[in-house]
Nanobody
Framework: QVQLVESGGGLVQAGGSLRLSCAASGRTFSRYRMGWFRQAPGKEREFVAAIRWSGGSTYYADSVKGRFTISRDYAKNTVYLQMNSLQPEDTAVYYC??????????????????WGQGTQVTVSS
């Protein structure tokens, strides 16, 4: 059973930084694709970034490109989302997701099979 547990959310001022973590367990994730999504109040869940465990290829939504960095630590079975230059519009619940294989460029949330519980990120102006 795959389990994903996010942490690292919180309240930060505009221009600040946060690092989210997603601890993964229950599988060998070498052939998995990991993603971060977010959902703001009243809006649909949207893709933020994705990474392949093997090779570390990454893909970002245009809205976060250059500000956010997704990475993974094999030894800790953990995926990170480093978020810099945060803006109020980045306020959302951030979710970690996982799926076996598939295209890194498939940003549809339905493409992912496993989800964490989410962590709140609030950016004040």
């Amino acid at each position: 059973q795959v389990q994903l547990v996010e942490s690292g959310g919180g309240l930060v001022q505009a221009g600040g930084s946060l690092r989210l973590s997603c601890a993964a367990s229950g599988r060998t994730f070498s052939r998995y694709r990991m993603g971060w999504f977010r959902q703001a109040p009243g809006k649909e869940r949207e893709f933020v970034a994705a990474i392949r465990w093997s090779g570390g290829s990454t893909y970002y939504a245009d809205s976060v490109k250059g500000r956010f960095t997704i990475s993974r630590d094999y030894a800790k079975n953990t995926v990170y989302l480093q978020m810099n230059s945060l803006q109020p519009e980045d306020t959302a619940v951030y979710y970690c997701a996982a799926v076996h294989g598939g295209s890194l460029y498939d940003i549809n949330q339905r493409a992912y099979d496993y989800w964490g519980q989410g962590t709140q990120v609030t950016v004040s102006s």
